[in-house]
């Protein structure tokens, strides 16, 4: 069975700074990863995703992702966090056999110190 | 172009009532997926709709729970004799075709308060 892995539950950084949010996969074939965002009682939005290809993927509001098979990793990146990017993000594993669920971790919430 | 909308946005249940959660899919989706979020975890899926069939529901509940998609009208999520237990945030979810690299587009969710 998928299953993905956000390790840190929080992760504070000062507003400037850069940003690394890890994500580990656990798939039997090629994986279909995605990271959302979800602003405080709002519903998610997609960032970024992998499907094939570039290894590293750019994304929306100025971040990237890239893929490593070896790692079974997905690490989300930004060289410059703005405040407005306080948020809870998500990786997800795409289910790429009939059914196109999302497998979710449990999140990661970051926080910006001005 | 309108996105995924879900009503209510909150919903406050006693024990053994029941809840409805509608969602509308984006314009021309008619795939729908439904999760669920407890509190201070990720979301978790719940079943996967085309209209009028139920594709995937490995992740309802066995009991109170029931989901349609219509051939008119929005996907409905119902839960039946709510418990505590079941308080959490509904997202729905659309994509156009059906395929694993079809975006998800996620709505803002409906909130059930379960007293």
């Known amino acids: 069975a998928q299953s993905v892995t956000q390790p840190d539950i929080h992760i504070t950084v000062s507003e400037g700074a850069s940003l690394e949010l890890r994500c580990n996969y656990s798939?039997?074939?090629?994986?279909?990863l995605f990271w959302y965002v979800q602003s405080p009682g709002q519903g998610l939005q997609l960032l970024l995703k992998?499907?094939?290809?570039?290894?590293l993927v750019q994304g929306i509001k100025g971040f990237e992702a890239e893929f490593k098979r070896s790692q079974s990793s997905f690490n989300l990146r930004k060289p410059s966090v703005h405040w407005s990017d306080a948020a809870e993000y998500f990786c997800?594993?795409?289910?790429?056999?009939?059914?196109?669920?999302?497998?979710f971790g449990g999140g990661t919430r970051l926080m910006v110190k001005p | 172009n309108a996105g995924v909308m879900q009503n209510p946005r909150h919903l406050v249940r006693r024990r053994g009532q029941e809840a409805r959660l509608r969602c509308s899919p984006m314009?021309?989706?008619?795939?729908v997926y439904w999760y669920r979020q407890l509190p201070e975890e990720g979301l978790k899926f719940m079943v996967y709709?085309?209209?009028?069939?139920?594709?995937?529901e490995s992740g309802m509940p066995k009991e109170r729970f029931s989901a349609e998609f219509p051939k008119e009208g929005p996907s409905i999520l119902r839960i039946q004799q709510v418990v505590r237990g079941d308080s959490a945030a509904y997202f729905c979810?659309?994509?156009?075709?059906?395929?694993?690299?079809?975006?998800?587009?996620f709505g803002p969710g409906t909130r059930l308060t379960v007293l």
């Open positions: 979810a659309s994509s156009y075709r059906d395929s694993s690299t079809d975006t998800q587009y």
């Open positions: 798939y039997g074939a090629t994986p279909y």
């Open positions: 992998y499907f094939s290809g570039d290894t």
């Open positions: 997800a594993v795409g289910n790429n056999n009939a059914g196109n669920m999302l497998t």
């Open positions: 314009k021309g989706h008619s795939h």
């Open positions: 709709l085309q209209k009028e069939n139920i594709i995937d």
